[in-house]
T-cell receptor, first 112, second 114 residues
């Protein structure tokens, strides 16, 4: 069973700061997802990675398969980025013998 | 294109009852996955369906069941409800099943068991 650890659990920062959220997992995977959840419950998929790096607007996600580690970066953070960010991984078979395993989430607050 | 819809959005039941939750995927998506979210355990995987077949099942008791219809709509059922079943139940759809498919989440059904 894959163990997914996220850090930090809570993060408060000022508007404009560069934010990094980390995710590590214990067993090789096929894919890693970064999700965003706002108050009220809605979840949005931000990235799906199996290698390398992806960028979307002010968000950047990287993954190091050898080190079993991924990071989510937010540049020029804004109060609307305040949300819970969740890392999730899927098993190493590619076909997905297991469903997603989730981290506990990072609660991010960006103060104006 | 309409997003993933879940009905009902809120539900209150009492212990021992059963409940059925519904999920309509994005048009053209053939895979539906279900998740449970609680404050204590976080998000946990329940099931994955593709073309009316259950592909994967999480570590939940047999009281939790589901199915997928030919139009890709899915339902999950929880029988003999327990207090601990109070949670946000989320479904997500993707075009295909498997690890490399982005999932699109619905707004969830918040179930309260009294």
């Amino acid at each position: 069973k894959n163990e997914v650890e996220q850090s930090p659990q809570n993060l408060t920062a000022q508007e404009g700061e560069f934010i990094t959220i980390n995710c590590s997992y214990s067993v090789g995977i096929s894919a890693l997802h970064w999700l965003q959840q706002h108050p009220g419950g809605g979840i949005v998929s931000l990235f799906m990675l199996s290698s390398g790096k992806k960028k979307h607007g002010r968000l950047i996600a990287t993954i190091n398969i050898q080190e079993k580690h991924s990071s989510l970066h937010i540049t020029a953070s804004h109060p609307r980025d305040s949300a819970v960010y969740i890392c999730a991984v899927r098993g190493g078979s590619g076909g997905g013998a297991d469903g997603l395993t989730f981290g506990k989430g990072t609660h991010l607050i960006i103060q104006p | 294109k309409a997003g993933v819809t879940q009905t009902p959005r809120y539900l209150i039941k009492t212990r021992g009852q059963q409940v059925t939750l519904s999920c309509s995927p994005i048009s053209g998506h053939r895979s539906v996955s279900w998740y449970q979210q609680t404050p204590g355990q976080g998000l946990q995987f329940l099931f994955e369906y593709f073309s009316e077949t259950q592909r994967n099942k999480g570590n939940f008791p047999g009281r939790f069941s589901g199915r997928q219809f030919s139009n890709s709509r899915s339902e999950m059922n929880v029988s003999t409800l327990e207090l601990g079943d109070s949670a946000l139940y989320l479904c997500a759809s993707s075009y295909l099943a498997g690890a490399y498919n982005e999932q699109f989440f619905g707004p969830g059904t918040r179930l309260t068991v009294l």
